[in-house]
């Protein structure tokens, strides 16, 4: 694996146009993954959002490394994989191995983020750190300077399709006024072209979302009123 993150080719990547819509495939058909893939690609989703579920931390189990690997070979768009998981150390660097350009783990099961941020960083991937919605920004201050990317959740993680929770937005709204603060803000979880403009405004620049694309029968459409719905 040499494909290495720079956080100017990824900007560059995502055309310098913010936010960038991340396609999560949690929602999608597996049985004809590729094929939906391809679909959300040529659709213009600037990239493909992977969660990995462990029936532990988060009560659902999802999938593994070889539906990320399946990923990696439908497409060269790049790989956002949130790891929501119990020990992440012991995965991330199969996850990279299988083509994660961005690994996201969460603060709320490693007491110090901080080597294991540097170790995904060392193995040529973007690191992200995770909060939950009850989780204050407090806890991750320390490895702000840390991280690539800050993966703000609006709904407890586990399942797809919940309803977008407004902590998010002030979450998003103190990192973006933080002088501190180089990440690029992402978030997840029930955004729909009702929330996806507040998301934006708050200072999101990478937009998760899996419903409001995936159970759209035109994914040209749904892309493009998301688009539409951030910057109006």
């Given at each position: 694996?040499?494909?290495?993150?720079?956080?100017?080719?990824?900007?560059?990547?995502?055309?310098?146009?913010?936010?960038?819509?991340?396609?999560?495939?949690?929602?999608?058909?597996?049985?004809?993954?590729?094929r939906?893939?391809?679909?959300?690609?040529?659709?213009?989703?600037?990239?493909?959002?992977?969660?990995?579920?462990?029936?532990?931390?988060?009560?659902n189990?999802?999938?593994?490394?070889?539906?990320?690997?399946?990923?990696?070979?439908?497409?060269?768009?790049?790989?956002d994989?949130?790891?929501?998981?119990?020990?992440?150390?012991?995965?991330?660097?199969?996850?990279?191995?299988?083509?994660?350009?961005?690994?996201?783990?969460?603060a709320?099961?490693?007491?110090?983020?901080?080597?294991?941020?540097?170790?995904?960083?060392?193995?040529?991937?973007?690191?992200?750190?995770?909060?939950?919605?009850?989780?204050p920004?407090?806890a991750?201050?320390?490895?702000?300077?840390?991280?690539?990317?800050?993966?703000?959740?609006?709904?407890?993680?586990?399942?797809?399709?919940?309803?977008?929770?407004?902590?998010?937005?002030?979450?998003?709204?103190?990192?973006?006024?933080?002088?501190?603060?180089?990440?690029?803000?992402?978030?997840?979880?029930?955004?729909?072209?009702?929330?996806?403009?507040?998301?934006?405004?708050?200072?999101?620049e990478?937009?998760?979302?899996g419903?409001?694309?995936?159970?759209?029968?035109?994914?040209?459409?749904?892309?493009?009123?998301?688009?539409?719905?951030?910057?109006?």
């Open positions: 694996m040499d494909r290495r993150f720079d956080r100017a080719e990824f900007v560059g990547r995502l055309r310098g146009e913010f936010p960038a819509i991340m396609a999560s495939v949690l929602n999608c058909n597996f049985g004809t993954l590729q939906e893939v391809e679909a959300v690609e040529a659709a213009g989703a600037e990239a493909i959002h992977l969660d990995v579920m462990d029936g532990h931390f988060v009560p189990l999802s999938f593994g490394l070889p539906i990320v690997e399946a990923v990696r070979r439908a497409t060269d768009l790049p790989l994989v949130h790891l929501m998981i119990d020990n992440p150390a012991q995965y991330v660097e199969e996850f990279r191995k299988a083509g994660a350009d961005h690994i996201t783990i969460h709320e099961v490693v007491a110090d983020p901080r080597p294991l941020l540097d170790k995904i960083r060392s193995l040529g991937a973007s690191a992200g750190l995770a909060i939950n919605p009850p989780t920004l407090a991750i201050e320390p490895y702000l300077q840390h991280c690539n990317l800050i993966l703000v959740m609006s709904v407890m993680p586990g399942f797809g399709g919940q309803q977008f929770n407004d902590v998010a937005i002030d979450k998003l709204s103190a990192l973006k006024a933080r002088k501190d603060v180089d990440a690029l803000l992402e978030v997840d979880g029930g955004v729909t072209t009702e929330t996806i403009g507040r998301c934006f405004q708050a200072g999101a990478l937009i998760v979302t419903s409001a694309i995936f159970r759209h029968e035109d994914y040209n459409v749904a892309v493009r009123e998301l688009r539409a719905a951030a910057i109006a």
